[in-house]
Antibody, heavy 120, light 108 residues
Framework: EMQLVESGGGLVQPGGSLRLSCGASGFTFTSYWMHWVRQAPGKGLEWVSHVSFDETVTRYADFVKGRFTISRDNAKNTVYLQLTSLRVEDTAVYFC?????????????WGQGTTVIVSS | EIVLTQSPGTLSLSPGERATLSCRASQSVPGNYIGWYQQKPGQSPRLLISGASIRATGIPDRFSGSGSGTDFTLTISRLEPEDFALYHCQQYGSSPYTFGQGTHLEIK
């Protein structure tokens, strides 16, 4: 069974940092681009970032503005999202998702999400 | 950045009826790389359609996608009770990849 499991969310003060992790199983992790998507309470989905299977390409949403960093460890089948300079508006459930392999594809596998709350 | 606008915001229909959901892009989507997702309360999204018209594995054939360029449509031919949910479109042809604001499909 293909599975993604996120962890690392929590309550953090504005300006603080968190590192989210997403462990993958049930598929060949090294063959896929990996994404982070977030959803603020009661809102729609918002794409955050993605990383290529070999980590040579990383891209971010405009609102990230250098505050977040995506990375992956293929030996551990894990993708990370380092969040820094957090703002109240970053409060959301953060999902990791599997993208395409050799060609673009939709996000076909999703984790259950990890909740980040930014509040003083 | 490609902005996606979904309409309507809320669609009220009865089981057995046909649902037509729209996703319009602010500029042409490269490769027609549009995905459609279904999300139920408290759950993660599920991919329904990729590449504008390709059903994902295990998705019933009552779900179909169409369109090209800037106008895309998700059609549910005959609504089942389990189809009432939130639907999102996403473009992944041009970074930053973006989502629409969602269409809430509710029981009439």
């Amino acid at each position: 069974e293909m599975q993604l499991v996120e962890s690392g969310g929590g309550l953090v003060q504005p300006g603080g940092s968190l590192r989210l992790s997403c462990g993958a199983s049930g598929f060949t992790f090294t063959s896929y681009w990996m994404h982070w998507v977030r959803q603020a309470p009661g809102k729609g989905l918002e794409w955050v970032s993605h990383v290529s299977f070999d980590e040579t390409v990383t891209r971010y949403a405009d609102f990230v503005k250098g505050r977040f960093t995506i990375s992956r460890d293929n030996a551990k089948n894990t993708v990370y999202l380092q969040l820094t300079s957090l703002r109240v508006e970053d409060t959301a459930v953060y999902f990791c998702a599997r993208g395409g392999s050799t060609s673009p594809y939709g996000l076909g596998v999703w984790g259950q999400g990890t909740t980040v709350i930014v509040s003083s | 950045e490609i902005v996606l606008t979904q309409s309507p915001g809320t669609l009220s229909l009865s089981p057995g009826e046909r649902a037509t959901l729209s996703c319009r892009a602010s500029q042409s989507v490269p490769g027609n790389y549009i995905g459609w997702y279904q999300q139920k309360p408290g759950q993660s999204p599920r991919l329904l359609i990729s590449g504008a018209s390709i059903r994902a594995t295990g998705i019933p054939d009552r779900f179909s996608g169409s369109g090209s360029g800037t106008d895309f449509t998700l059609t549910i031919s005959r609504l089942e009770p389990e189809d009432f949910a939130l639907y999102h479109c996403q473009q992944y042809g041009s970074s930053p990849y973006t989502f629409g604001q969602g269409t809430h499909l509710e029981i009439k």
